[in-house]
């Protein structure tokens, strides 16, 4: 295809029970002008037949896979080297888009916004029957969203589409150990040196939690490496020792709560505190 405008990565391993429905909720995009180049990472299970019977039917797939498993961040950055597209979107293997009509209001936002070099959207997290159980909101503008940005990662992974050259340029995804599970955060902290970011209003993707998903003693580990992480852009973003404050105040409380309830009381004591 030559008239791509959007290439979606969709890194994979062993997702058969999850990647029909992210695969056809970007086939239905109302925007047509992609490619979707899923990524299978030596996946075991059927993943392997469910990818190559979708690259049968539809053109638009591009099936990459690793003999052996390489991992997250090596896989993303073979899936950002092969696209074609000016923008990336990406999606997991579990995620589904559920407004048809992501691409094409990203693309509307980023062409009256030529500044911006990074647009996300809100997320609705679901249990493994499709039940609902919140929905997550980052923030909308470039300023708010740097305001908070040393302090969490202010973009979703699967709701996210950005300038694929510019990624390139900053060298893609960092395929370091202190980064697997947030090299996300990491581009998006590099991204955001170079070009303004934000978020649509809308809640444009499926989160769906699962017995892989993430515990809450990989959050811990996660979040001390988003400590060390952030350390490389104290002078990047604002608000730089009151966004680190806060990310020990909720280290501490996973630490001692899991996943009890420790944003409720992390906004309970940073609302005591701001009232002082």
């Not at 791509?4 to 890194?11: D, G, H, N, Y």
């Not at 693309?107 to 493994?128: M, R």
């Not at 955060?185 to 993707?205: E, I, M, P, T």
């Not at 020990?248 to 309830?261: D, K, N, P, Q």
């Amino acid at each position: 295809m030559s008239n791509v405008t959007v290439s979606v990565i969709l890194p994979t391993y062993n997702g058969e029970h999850y990647i029909r429905k992210a695969i056809e909720s970007v086939l239905g995009q109302s925007y047509s002008s992609l490619e979707l180049i899923v990524v299978d990472d030596g996946s075991t299970d059927t993943t392997p037949q469910i990818i190559a019977e979708y690259a049968a039917k539809d053109g638009r797939v591009r099936y990459l896979r690793n003999e052996v498993n390489v991992g997250i961040q090596r896989s993303l950055n073979r899936g950002l080297k092969e696209a074609r597209g000016a923008w990336i979107g990406r999606i997991d293997d579990d995620d589904s888009w559920v407004l048809t009509d992501k691409l094409e209001k990203q693309l509307a936002f980023l062409e009256n916004n030529p500044a911006h070099v990074l647009i996300g959207t809100g997320l609705i997290v679901q249990d493994e029957a499709g039940d609902e159980l919140y929905r997550f909101y980052n923030p909308r503008e470039d300023a708010d969203v740097r305001q908070r940005l040393l302090y969490r990662n202010c973009f979703s992974h699967s709701t996210v589409i950005f300038n694929r050259d510019r990624a390139l340029q900053i060298g893609g995804y960092d395929e370091s150990p202190a980064t697997l599970h947030i090299e996300d955060y990491d581009l998006w902290l590099r991204l955001g040196q170079h070009g303004r970011v934000g978020n649509l209003s809308d809640y444009a993707v499926r989160l769906t939690l699962h017995d892989q998903s993430i515990s809450a003693t990989q959050k811990i580990v996660q979040f001390k490496k988003q400590l060390e992480l952030t350390k490389h852009f104290k002078g990047a973003y604002p608000r730089y020792f009151w966004n680190r404050m806060r990310s020990w105040l909720r280290l501490g409380l996973y630490e001692a709560f899991g996943a009890v309830a420790p944003a409720y009381v992390e906004r309970y004591i940073v609302a005591r505190y701001k009232r002082r």
